[in-house]
């Protein structure tokens, strides 16, 4: 079975910068695509980027590009999401997320067959 495991979360202050990591064990990172979605208390779960590194495709919420980086270690299965100038609004659990295929439709969660538990990230002073 399948699984991700997400890690790196914390408190930070604003313009801060934390590193998140998705291990992903079951499945090749070069044949799916893995996504970074977060989710605010009475918000819906939102896409915060993706990366399919079969052909290096990468995909961005308006919102956080240039300040999120998000790369592929295929050695170590493990995806990471570089976040970089970290805003309060920011503030939200983090998921990772695997599906087989192209990037398309990449900010819809009900595309993803597999999700990591989540890890909370706090930006507040």
């Known amino acids: 079975q399948p699984q991700l495991v997400e890690s790196g979360g914390g408190l930070v202050q604003p313009g801060g910068s934390l590193r998140l990591s998705c291990v992903a064990s079951g499945i090749s990172l070069d044949h799916y695509v893995i996504a970074w979605f977060r989710q605010a208390p009475g918000r819906e779960r939102e896409g915060v980027s993706c990366?399919?590194?079969?052909?290096?495709?990468?995909k961005y919420l308006d919102s956080v590009k240039g300040r999120f980086t998000i790369s592929s270690d295929n050695a170590k299965n493990t995806v990471y999401l570089q976040m970089n100038s970290l805003k309060p609004e920011d503030t939200a659990v983090y998921y990772c997320a695997a599906r087989w295929g192209p990037t398309s439709n990449w900010d819809r969660p009900s595309w993803y067959d597999y999700w990591g538990q989540g890890t909370q990230v706090t930006v507040s002073s």
């Open positions: 990366i399919r590194s079969k052909n290096g495709d990468t």
